[in-house]
């Protein structure tokens, strides 16, 4: 008020209660009537703009403006922004991961569950997760580059967990790579409908649902390798052929 060049009266108030306001009760006039000024013993502590600038600079970054960037610069959802942000160490896990991959979603999604459900389980910190934040983004970036499917992400998890190993050396020793191969996919695709024909009957007979038992009964023949985008494609085809 005294910037905007105001006049400040100096007042004691009483509230009531049943109006839900307050009302003046005395107005004094100066300031050494209410018995304040400056101490004599205490020194002035003048905060200029460069201190404070300083000191701004020196902090860490604070949860409500990591959560807004998340928002911003990651396209993340409320929501996920807020759970992200819950701990520094989280958030921190969270962006290192980003160091190896830039589906900003599908990170969240495996640190809010995954990630989150073992360091609960165990109470743990994130920094004392086994799955370093790295290995995480490895394996996402396994999925969208197609080697291996989100099935076999999550089936690999756990001995990531437990062995700390990274998700490419894992999927090698086990010959996990995800099946692309139209021809080999094709020869699967067809075993299962000739070893089913009443349900290929089905489908074509307008039951599409059908077609979640075809895709299953070819994941399991594959071990959940068949890459599902393809299946789904070739599988669709086969059946109109059969017309």
Same mark, same amino acid.
């Given at each position: 008020?005294?910037?905007?060049?105001?006049?400040?009266?100096?007042?004691?108030?009483?509230?009531?209660?049943?109006?839900?306001?307050?009302?003046?009760?005395?107005?004094?006039?100066?300031?050494?009537?209410?018995?304040?000024?400056?101490?004599?013993?205490?020194?002035?502590?003048?905060?200029?703009?460069?201190?404070?600038?300083?000191?701004?600079?020196?902090?860490?970054?604070?949860?409500?403006?990591?959560?807004?960037?998340?928002?911003?610069?990651?396209?993340?959802?409320?929501?996920?922004?807020?759970?992200?942000?819950?701990?520094?160490?989280?958030?921190?896990?969270?962006?290192?991961?980003?160091?190896?991959?830039?589906?900003?979603?599908?990170?969240?999604?495996?640190?809010?569950?995954?990630?989150?459900?073992?360091?609960?389980?165990?109470? =743990?910190?994130?920094?004392?997760?086994? #799955?370093?934040?790295?290995?995480?983004?490895? %394996?996402? +970036?396994? &999925?969208? @580059?197609?080697?291996?499917?989100?099935?076999?992400?999550?089936?690999?998890?756990?001995?990531?967990?437990?062995?700390?190993?990274?998700?490419?050396? =894992?999927?090698?020793?086990?010959?996990? #790579?995800?099946?692309?191969?139209?021809?080999? %996919?094709? +020869?699967? &695709?067809? @075993?299962?409908?000739?070893?089913?024909?009443?349900?290929?009957?089905?489908?074509?007979?307008?039951?599409?649902?059908?077609?979640?038992?075809?895709?299953?009964?070819?994941?399991?023949?594959?071990?959940?390798?068949?890459?599902?985008?393809?299946?789904?494609?070739?599988?669709?085809?086969?059946?109109?052929?059969?017309?």
């Amino acid at each position: 008020m005294v910037e905007e060049g105001k006049t400040i009266i100096q007042q004691t108030l009483l509230w009531n209660a049943d109006l839900n306001n307050v009302f003046p009760m005395r107005t004094k006039e100066e300031a050494h009537d209410y018995r304040y000024f400056p101490d004599p013993d205490l020194m002035p502590v003048i905060v200029d703009e460069k201190w404070e600038n300083e000191i701004a600079m020196s902090l860490p970054e604070l949860p409500d403006v990591k959560k807004e960037r998340f928002i911003n610069q990651f396209s993340l959802p409320k929501y996920d922004s807020e759970i992200l942000t819950s701990s520094r160490e989280l958030a921190d896990y969270y962006e290192q991961v980003l160091n190896e991959t830039n589906d900003y979603k599908t990170a969240s999604n495996w640190v809010m569950t995954e990630v989150l459900k073992s360091v609960n389980e165990n109470k =743990i910190s994130p920094k004392e997760f086994n #799955v370093t934040p790295q290995n995480l983004g490895k %394996l996402i +970036s396994l &999925i969208n @580059k197609n080697t291996i499917s989100s099935k076999i992400a999550k089936d690999i998890f756990p001995e990531m967990i437990q062995s700390g190993k990274d998700p490419e050396s =894992i999927v090698k020793e086990k010959n996990l #790579v995800q099946i692309s191969d139209s021809s080999e %996919l094709e +020869s699967m &695709i067809d @075993k299962i409908l000739d070893a089913n024909p009443k349900d290929v009957q089905d489908y074509l007979g307008g039951k599409e649902k059908a077609i979640g038992f075809f895709v299953g009964q070819i994941m399991k023949e594959s071990k959940g390798k068949a890459n599902p985008q393809i299946v789904n494609q070739l599988l669709k085809s086969k059946l109109e052929s059969r017309r």
